[in-house]
């Protein structure tokens, strides 16, 4: 894949929802969480895609995912999406992998870290199947843990090591677009920097990433690109520093303006410098 040809491609996808009927209200019309929303995700990039609670981010991943009826076209790696059965075939449910904000409700916690990180592999078998062991010490230690995390469950772990074992197990089976929802957003802001920074690390010239998020600040730092999103329709895009620096749209403004001015430390040069 050329760098200028989209990883993913979403053009006037839509999402709604039934809604209940309510007394007098014979046939209501149905919600619509994504409104024809259309995005570039590119390789070697990672796609920011931002706004306030409700605005339909989810709902956007989950279309990607196969996990929600849509109209629209959703090309994925090739892949039409919206011609995919539900659930997506398991081929499909390797090339897109996700991150949530809460590890501890994604991540079994009886579990030990061996079988969480090890379990996609087992899952899909076709994939890496020698040396399981070995993968997934190496994938542990490209996530800055080592093997001494293998036989802890996730109550033994801090909020980022556990972070760092979702993406771990995300990464195993070496997706071609990781989606972060909110996937920093319960970490404090040093734990939040340093998960970040790792990203970038794991980033892949044909590989992607699409970071849904609140917080500008770190948007603006870790995006190469940002859409943002409002009541389910995209209402701006471009590099990071164009909407995070001279917002367009006043709805961006508003978010822009909403960031602290007072930056923590922290967040600040979180790429490598180039
Ligand atoms: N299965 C569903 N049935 C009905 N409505 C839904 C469903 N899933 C989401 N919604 C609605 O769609 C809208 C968009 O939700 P979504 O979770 O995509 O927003 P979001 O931007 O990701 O919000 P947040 O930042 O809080 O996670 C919300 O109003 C939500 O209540």
Do not use: W
């Not at 809604?19 to 969480?33: H, L």
């Not at 939040?192 to 690390?201: E, F, I, K, M, P």
């Not at 730092?221 to 367009?248: N, W």
């Amino acid at each position: 894949m050329n760098a200028s040809e989209p990883l993913g491609l979403i053009e006037d996808l839509t999402v709604q929802f039934p809604r209940r009927r309510s007394i007098g209200d014979i046939r209501p019309k149905p919600f619509i969480a994504v409104d024809h929303a259309s995005l570039d995700i590119r390789p070697g990039e990672i796609t920011g895609l931002v706004g306030e609670s409700g605005s339909g981010k989810s709902t956007l991943a989950r279309a990607l995912l196969r996990l929600v009826p849509f109209t629209g076209r959703v090309m994925i790696s090739g892949t039409d999406v919206g011609a995919l059965p539900t659930p997506a075939p398991l081929t499909y449910r390797r090339t897109v992998q996700t991150v949530f904000q809460d590890p501890l409700q994604a991540l079994n916690p009886r579990h030990k870290v061996a079988e969480l990180v090890g379990e996609p592999l087992a899952i899909h078998a076709n994939f890496g199947t020698r040396n399981r062991q070995d993968r997934v010490v190496a994938t542990l230690e490209s996530v800055g843990l080592d093997a001494s995390f293998l036989h802890r469950t996730t109550r033994e772990l801090s909020g980022g090591q556990r972070q760092r074992v979702a993406i771990a197990r995300a990464i195993i089976v070496e997706p071609s677009l990781l989606i972060l929802d909110e996937a920093l957003s319960a970490l404090d802001v040093t734990t939040a920097a340093s998960v970040a920074r790792l990203l970038y690390g794991l980033l892949r010239p044909d590989s992607a990433m699409l970071f849904i998020g609140h917080d500008l600040a770190m948007v603006r730092q870790l995006c190469d690109r940002v859409h943002v999103m409002r009541e389910g329709q995209i209402v701006e895009s471009g590099t990071a520093d164009e909407v995070c620096g001279t917002p367009r749209h006043a709805y961006t403004q508003l978010l822009v303006a909403s960031i602290p001015r007072l930056l923590p430390k922290e967040t600040h040069e979180l790429r490598p410098a180039t």
